[in-house]
């Protein structure tokens, strides 16, 4: 089984689109490791999107998102990371209606920057993503 560090972003959160989106991965048989509602601060933004730090975006995603509270939760499941990436959609959340209009993007996101829903990109980066969000006691 895999692993996966999935964000339900401020703007769905603000949308109140939280539950149907926890319930989608539900409903597509992963199983919830841990889940918790929080709210970044710039610091831990800035450490967890560490790796797009010289890209010229990064001054913007940080201050999306600490603009609001956030849910962020620990998937599991058969190729987990891959799956889940098919079901958010891609990235820009205009794009994620022409080619995959029920993917989480789709139905909630806004555009590329607003685009609802963070997970991890690769197995390399769940591991570094998750013990970021969750210590070792919060993962049942």
């Known amino acids: 089984m895999e692993r996966t560090l999935v964000i339900v972003k401020p703007d769905a959160f603000e949308k109140g689109a939280t539950g149907k989106i ?8 992963f199983q919830i490791r841990a889940l918790k509602l929080l709210r970044l601060t710039r610091e831990q933004a800035e450490g967890f999107y560490a790796v797009h730090r010289e890209r010229p975006f990064f001054g913007e995603l940080v201050e999306f998102m600490t603009s609001g509270p956030v849910v962020a939760m620990v998937l599991e499941g058969q190729e987990a990371v891959k799956r889940v ?23 909630f996101g806004t555009d590329k920057g607003r ?4 997970a991890s990109d690769s197995v390399e980066s769940a591991s570094y993503e ?11």
């Open 22 to 29: 926890i319930d989608r991965f539900i409903s597509e048989g």
């Open 85 to 107: 990436r098919e079901i958010i959609g891609p990235t820009d959340s205009e794009e994620a209606r022409r080619v995959a209009p029920d993917s989480l993007r789709a139905l």
């Open 115 to 118: 685009n609802a829903v963070h």
């Open 130 to 140: 998750i013990p970021f969000i969750f210590s070792q006691l919060e993962i049942v």
